[in-house]
């Protein structure tokens, strides 16, 4: 886990955010997902300063274990000085190694955040699910840790004040926040008032626009009067042509059905798979990964 620099903000990573969704409903299925329903609550993940760290630690890394459902996992957490916030070593097990970074030992507020992010290190490795390299694979912990419940804890670690920043995990605040609202909607939950750092709670705002502006886009039929105008001079050019080539800046893309009537594929706004429907006015279409419906004007 990262450490430092000043914070990025924005949407940087999008598109692999958006990825590692889907691969998250692909990997364990819509069922398993769905045992997610409720986030880890602060009160399990609490860490006073007067608390024992070691115990402490051990103890909110047993509540995270708990959580993503690793029965047999143990993990040991020790603390050193070290250019990272965190980092866990990846073995076997049942037995897993995690190294916090020694400033911990005065923040200990946000170790129930980095120990988060790298028990979700060890589950994807139990899973067998990774991204190739490293960046990559960060964002994929990142997103899985917050999709599946315990991520807010690292956005509401992330607080900037007149003289100091400081942010951990490898999405920028905006992407956190994205992606737990894209958990809010999809479980039903509302974080707006977990949080104890106002900038967090201003990037969950952020975020939760950006999860709604994928709730919007044509086919879909909460679009817009924009973009449905602009959906329909595509449609009207792809209907024109034998081979028509994607929109451009546009998430659906016309395919012509051999010979059949012209169909649009665009990303689910719950999990990002790709959804193909005819092109015939109003249809009323399912997720087949997560079993989102969806009404649609195409
Ligand atoms: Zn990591
Ligand atoms: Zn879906």
New binding site residues.
């Given amino acids: ?1 990262a450490n430092g620099g000043p914070v990025e903000h924005g949407y940087p990573h999008l598109e692999t955010v958006r990825a590692a969704v889907t691969a998250l409903y692909k990997r364990l299925s819509y069922d398993t997902v769905r045992t997610f329903a409720s986030s880890v609550p602060l009160a399990d993940v609490a860490f006073g300063d007067t608390d024992d760290l070691h115990l402490g630690a051990q103890r909110v890394a047993r509540e995270l274990v708990l959580h993503f459902r690793l029965p047999d996992a143990r993990m040991i957490v020790g603390f050193r000085e070290m250019e990272h916030a965190a ?1 866990v070593e990846l073995a076997a097990g049942p037995e897993y190694f995690i190294e916090l970074n020694d400033r911990f030992r005065r923040h200990r507020r946000d170790i129930g955040a980095a120990l988060a ?2 028990v979700m ?1 060890v589950y994807l490795h139990r899973l067998g699910l990774s991204f190739p390299g490293t960046r990559d694979n ?1 964002i994929l ?1 990142d997103t899985a840790t917050t999709y599946l419940g315990a991520g807010w804890l690292l956005l509401d670690a992330f607080r900037e004040d007149a003289t100091s920043s400081q942010k951990l995990g ?1 999405l920028t605040p905006e992407e956190f926040g994205y992606v737990l609202a894209k958990r809010s909607l999809a479980f039903g939950e509302d974080p707006a008032t977990w949080f104890t750092s106002p900038q967090a709670y201003t990037a969950y705002t952020r975020g939760l626009d950006r999860a709604r502006h994928d709730e919007r886009q044509p086919p879909l039929t909460a679009a817009g009067w924009a973009g449905r105008r602009r959906y329909a001079k595509d449609r009207r050019h792809a209907q024109e042509q034998a081979a028509p080539s994607a929109p451009a800046g546009t998430p659906y893309s016309f395919t012509p059905d051999d010979g059949g009537p012209l169909r649009v594929s665009f990303p689910c706004p719950t999990c990002h798979q790709r959804i193909r429907v005819p092109v015939r006015g109003r249809v009323r279409a399912r997720c087949g990964l997560c079993r989102t419906v969806l009404e649609c004007d195409t």
């Fill in positions: 886990m980092s992010h790298e290190h960060e912990t490898y």
